[in-house]
């Protein structure tokens, strides 16, 4: 059959007339022919699919496995970070105790002839102000570099709003990051990333209350070296009238250090 030929299908019924009709060869070969490519590609992708399918789901299978344990070496890490920090802030309660004991010798100064040294975070905070207008709540605050630029070279940081007087305690953080029980950000590197502090700098974040009747108890700030190292945690507490919706329509609240 030549394909400038014509194809007539028809169907004949029991009664009534039969139905034709008719069409170029050309046309029932490309149909016939398109339709043996979609068979052999479907086919082949069939095939593939049976013969990688147990080696892809073990592929899933050590992805999660991967993930399981980068989260819990994660965990670990910022427990150990935490952990770490809280050690520094007791040995150095303890020494100051000790050097205010009965030799009545500044802790300072002993410690430094025994040639001990005293931890002193890279960076500090020298003043906070928490603002509250309608539902919106705004902490800015000012980190100052002490000692050598040198010694820092920035990091991630938080300011996570807490209220303590509800069970289990709510937590909201600036910026979003799960934390566990204590409000303690579980993934360090969510946080807003600074630069080398060499002198100073203002930085300021803000959260919405789902209410004008929410409120929170403390303001945390965690500051986080650039590898996960827990540089800096302070904690501050908001008065209750920061949130009443009797004062005016701005409140604010400050603290300043020396």
């Not at 086919?43 to 789901?57: E, G, I, N, P």
């Not at 344990?69 to 965990?75: F, G, K, P, S």
């Not at 802790?107 to 005293?118: D, H, I, K």
């Not at 949130?243 to 609240?253: C, E, H, V, Y």
């Amino acid at each position: 059959m030549k394909v400038h030929d014509s194809i007539t299908f028809i169907i004949s019924k029991n009664y009534g007339r039969p139905l034709s009709w008719s069409m170029p060869a050309w046309r029932v070969y490309a149909g016939g022919a398109v339709c043996m490519v979609l068979i052999v590609v479907l086919t082949a992708f069939s095939v593939m699919y049976v013969l990688t399918y147990r080696r892809v789901q073990q592929m899933e299978l050590d992805r999660q496995q991967l993930r399981e344990e980068r989260d819990a070496l994660q965990e670990q890490l910022l427990s150990a970070s935490q952990a770490a920090y809280e050690a520094k802030e007791s040995a150095f309660a303890a020494r100051m105790r000790q050097g205010t004991g009965d030799s009545g010798k500044a802790p300072l100064a002993a410690s430094a002839r025994r040639g001990e040294e005293l931890y002193e975070p890279p960076i500090r905070v020298v003043s906070l102000t928490t603002r509250v207008r309608a539902k919106i709540v705004e902490v800015s605050f000012r980190l100052k570099n002490q000692g050598d630029p040198s010694s820092n070279r920035g990091g991630f940081l938080f300011a996570i709003f807490e209220n303590d007087e509800r069970e289990p305690a709510h937590f909201i953080a600036t910026p979003t990051v799960n934390t566990n029980a204590e409000g303690f950000p579980q993934t360090y590197k969510s946080g807003i990333r600074f630069t080398r502090i060499r002198d100073a700098v203002t930085f300021r974040r803000r959260v919405r209350r789902q209410s004008t009747q929410e409120y929170f108890t403390h303001v945390t700030l965690y500051l986080f070296s650039v590898r996960g190292g827990l540089l800096l945690k302070e904690r501050y507490e908001l008065e209750r009238d920061l949130f009443d919706q009797d004062q005016p329509a701005s409140r604010t609240q400050q603290f300043s250090s020396a």
